[in-house]
């Protein structure tokens, strides 16, 4: 399976740290970054002061038409990862309400339903869910959000 730009996103139900189930289609009306990342990958974690950046910058921001701009991280961490992934969190301070993770590793229903092969992976969606660019690194992020906003 592999997400292509246009397509709508399937909806990822999981847990987060506290045992909460969240979903991604309670964000709809918003902007989403759906964003697969996990504790052990050195790659995820060099990117994410940019995930964090883009978050502070636009988490405020006013958006042509969507209601706002969210984050929604999926982690690949394995069975018996639950407490390296809190540490991740807390460490590269990732601070938005959307962490979720099944504990499965690249067994994860939601990696193999989005095509995630390799992370850090990225969905950036628009406010009915669709998506309108992929695996957004550093700078790339930011210039597709300016695209969508009417003010910071």
Known sequence: VVLNIGQTASDIIAKNPDGKTM???????????????????????REN????????KYNKAKFKDAKGFEIFSYSL???????????????DK???PYQVSDLQ??????SVKYG????????LLDKDGKIIAKNLRGAALDRELDKLISSL
Do not use: E, H, T
Not at 49 to 56: C, H, L, Q, S
Not at 105 to 110: A, I, L, Q, R, Y
Not at 116 to 123: A, C, D, K, T
């Open 23 to 45: 979903k991604l289609s309670d964000l709809k009306g918003k902007i989403v970054l759906v964003d697969f990342w996990a504790s052990w990958c050195g790659p995820c974690r």
């Open 49 to 56: 002061p940019n995930v964090v950046a883009a978050y502070n």
């Open 77 to 91: 961490d394995n069975p018996g990862g639950m407490d390296r992934w809190k540490s991740a969190i807390a460490q």
């Open 94 to 96: 990732l601070s938005w």
């Open 105 to 110: 590793g690249w067994k994860s229903p939601s």
């Open 116 to 123: 995630v092969y390799s992370i850090p992976s990225n969905y």
